[in-house]
């Protein structure tokens, strides 16, 4: 159980294009979910909280117009990084519930050229 | 100080050691923390969840020091399949969110 899928895995796209990146929990429901992402020999940096039915809310430093967040059903958010640059590039992942329980998808691997 | 402090390592251990690291925190009224592990270019799993003094799993152990902020996992008898990054993490409560907070990673590469 508690399985969160994530697609694509990967992508690479050329700079100024953007990415929409899928994250779905396959078996359970939650409200809220996360947004992460990781540079290389780095740790999981929070992007943002989002509430299902609600705006999400964005950490320090991370641009709520260029990271957009829809989460609009109990199972499924996206992420949409717009006009992709390299320094975007990085493994981005979500995860569903709450910050003591959460499950985490497989993660995304994005590559801006 | 971060919030978060971890020993990046490398710990290069042999097949069949005990080794252990240690994870330190700066808000005293954590009350819970947890060891997750990642492996290269994968999601991290969870571990360990810490609540009072420690916990023990099989050959894993963790041990919480309040007194002195800070949090160990200790493996014993060392697998290759234990070689991966171990993630020292501690959720925040209050502000606008309740998070995870991750630490930077410990990598551990148990040896042949």
């Known amino acids: 159980g508690a399985v969160v899928s994530q697609h694509p895995s990967w992508v690479i796209c050329k700079s100024g294009t953007s990415v929409k990146i899928e994250c779905r929990s396959l078996d359970f429901q939650a409200t809220t979910m996360f947004w992460y992402r990781q540079f290389p020999k780095q740790s999981l940096m929070l992007m943002a909280t989002s509430n299902e039915g609600s705006k999400a809310t964005y950490e320090q430093g991370v641009e709520k117009d260029k990271f957009l967040i829809n989460h609009a059903s109990l199972t499924l958010s996206t992420l949409t990084v717009t006009s992709a640059h390299p320094e975007d590039s990085s493994f981005y992942i979500c995860?569903?519930?709450?910050?003591?329980?959460?499950?985490f998808g497989p993660g995304t691997r994005l590559l801006v050229l | 100080r971060k919030e978060v402090e971890q020993d990046p390592g490398p710990f290069n251990v042999p097949e069949g050691a005990t080794v252990a690291f240690n994870c330190t925190y700066s808000n005293s009224a954590s009350q819970s923390f947890f060891w997750y592990r990642q492996d290269c270019r994968k999601e991290p799993k969870l571990l360990m969840s810490v609540y009072s003094s420690g916990n023990e799993d099989g050959r894993f152990t963790a041990q919480l020091n309040r007194a002195s902020q800070y949090i160990s996992l200790l493996i014993r008898d060392s697998k290759l399949s234990d070689s991966a990054t171990y993630l020292c993490v501690v959720p925040r409560y209050g502000g606008a969110t309740n998070k995870l907070i991750f630490g930077t990673g410990t990598l551990l590469a148990v040896q042949p």
């Open positions: 995860s569903w519930g709450a910050p003591e329980t959460q499950y």
